[in-house]
């Protein structure tokens, strides 16, 4: 019997709550609701690193970043890891990406039978293909993508920009069409694609067509609290003095998110576009597609733009949906505490593939048989020294978006923090840190209170630390 192909399309940078599947009022995705009623949503996904290496790394070898030993953007995977595409190109399954890597280093291209990248200003280093070239014309993808290698600056802390190239030439309909091309040459073989998408990541451009879907009386904020640093770690209120949007103007504020939320609805348009491919070319029965993103964005939400090493909901709950008709149960809204982890052990137990032991994740429940777990788990950093307010102020005012690339290897390092979520708390800690958070996801589910220091939670603090180090302990390196 024929063994069941996978779709992975992974999104960069989209929280959850962008989506109306996950409670959003004004940003509707009929193509990822269609997926979802033939499916399972899994209404509570995190990430294991909310940075797009380590998490890219974590999902592909299924193993959490103190394990595989990827902290950072700067490191690649290492030749050791041990990852999906090496065990589908040994069952004899045609590889590929389409889109952006990240994650990968070209030691690990063999392992891919067809590889089309572009990032987010276009072709990363010249255009190098494999197996395939790109179904657009070169120059004018590179055209369309000439605006965000130099970006508005509506202020130091906002850059966005509204455009108007052909539409097939930007990266989310340009990664689309190469994917429905690649669709119809291998639609007679076993194949494993991760289809990845660069949006919504900033640097935060779309089509006009797209922000004329959001007009600024039908987007909604999420609450903001002036006091909410008061009780907040140092590394949170440097970050905000880096990030934070509120005393910008507030046109331009809601400019940048029409923008974002026009790029996810542009990623939703594609997506309905592959998967009428796939109905076309009667591989719905046999592929198994999965729809997930690498980490999220604030948006908005604790005043901020971006993302940044911090452990708030909206930089680590992520979508995922998974579906698969012929073997999957369709409609489901799974609420189980899930990790983008466990998505590669279990396609392979559904694919009836070995799962190495080097793996960590566990089968996620309701399209199999196991067990949910009661909590996830994140981290950040190498142990580097902390980035306070005394080294902020070595660099030039006003503080931006180009204070936090001047400052990302620095904060990618630093500290050694971890973060458990149950469906109830959120704690987390780090002993290179001046203060740990607690949150009750309960009464305050935008995590705008710290409760780490009430006197009263000093119980559910010793447990959650208790089930942190025990995690630690077992996912220790395996090398």
Known sequence: ????????????????????????TFCKT?????????????????TPHPLCVPARTSLWTSQYSHSHGITNNEELMSSRNRHAFHIWKEAGYHTALIGKNHCFPESELKYFDTWCEIEHEGFPNGVKTKGMDWVRPINAVEKAHTVRKNMP????????????????????????????????????ESFSLWLSIPDPHNPYEVHKKYVENFPKEEIILPPWDSRELENKPERNKVLYEMLGIDKEDEADIYK???????????????????????????????????????????????RMMGKGGLFYDCLTHVPLII??????????????????????????????????KSMQGKLLPTVTNAEPRSEVFAEYGSGGPPFTYKDLKKFAKPYGRHTIKETLKWREAE???????????????????????????????WELNNVAALHENKDIIASLTKRLLEWSIMTESIY
Not at 418 to 444: A, C, F, H, Q, S
Request: charged content about 25%; hydrophobic content about 40%.
């Open 1 to 24: 019997m024929k063994r069941k192909n996978v779709i992975t399309i992974m999104v960069d940078q989209l929280k959850a709550t962008a989506l109306n599947l996950y409670g959003n």
């Open 30 to 46: 009929p193509a990822l609701e269609k997926l979802a009623r033939n499916g399972v949503v899994y209404e509570n996904a995190f």
């Open 153 to 188: 600056r509506l202020s130091p802390r906002i850059e966005c920009a509204v455009t108007n190239y052909p539409i097939n030439d930007y990266s989310t309909a340009l990664v689309s069409q190469q994917t429905i091309e690649f669709l119809k040459r291998v639609q007679n």
């Open 256 to 302: 940048v998110l029409r923008v974002y939320y026009g790029m996810v609805r542009f990623i939703d348009d594609e997506i309905g576009k592959i998967l009428e491919a796939l109905k076309l070319y009667n591989l719905i029965q046999d592929t198994i597609i999965v729809f997930c993103s690498d980490h999220g964005d604030f948006v908005g939400e604790h």
């Open 323 to 356: 579906s698969c008709p012929s073997i999957m149960p369709q409609g489901i809204s799974d609420k189980s505490m899930v990790s983008l982890i466990d998505i590669v052990p279990t396609l392979l137990y559904l694919q009836e593939l070995e799962i190495p």
């Open 415 to 445: 500290g050694r923090r971890k973060m458990i979520r149950t469906k109830e708390w959120k704690y987390v800690t780090d002993p290179m840190g001046d203060k740990d958070e607690l949150y009750n996801l309960v009464t305050d589910p």
